[in-house]
């Protein structure tokens, strides 16, 4: 089992940024994706991005390309989602999940085998 914490959810104003973290209790396996959900009430959970934990492959959902980057740092078993020029629309709890057999299908929730409690992020117009 892996346990993933995250924090760094807060309340911006239209055009701010915010810096998620999460932290796995565990070191994902070599194989393994990170990624980043999202989901507004009332709406399905949304792919945000994933990134390889080990090499640098990285990949966004459209709505947030050029705006969010994915990050990790392996030695502190972390990952993290920076998020510039946010928009009222990006408001919606955050979700870290970990996928540890690499699956080619990244934006689907189903692939991920944990997942974190979510932090909420507020963006105001």
């Known amino acids: 089992q892996v346990q993933l914490v995250e924090s760094g959810g807060g309340w911006v104003q239209a055009g701010g940024s915010l810096r998620l973290s999460c932290v796995a209790s565990?070191?994902?396996?070599?194989?393994?994706?990170m990624g980043w959900f999202r989901q507004a009430p009332g709406k399905e959970r949304e792919w945000v991005a994933t990134?390889?934990?080990?090499?640098?492959?990285?990949h966004y959902a459209d709505s947030v390309k050029g705006r969010f980057a994915i990050s990790r740092d392996t030695a502190k078993n972390t990952v993290y989602l920076q998020m510039n020029d946010l928009r009222p629309e990006d408001t919606a709890v955050y979700y870290c999940?970990?996928?540890?057999?690499?699956?080619?299908?990244?934006?689907?929730?189903?692939?991920?085998?944990?997942w974190g409690q979510g932090t909420q992020v507020t963006v105001s117009s």
């Open positions: 565990r070191r994902p396996s070599r194989d393994a994706n």
């Open positions: 990134i390889r934990w080990i090499g640098t492959h990285t």
């Open positions: 999940a970990l996928d540890q057999v690499r699956s080619v299908t990244y934006w689907d929730p189903t692939a991920y085998d944990y």
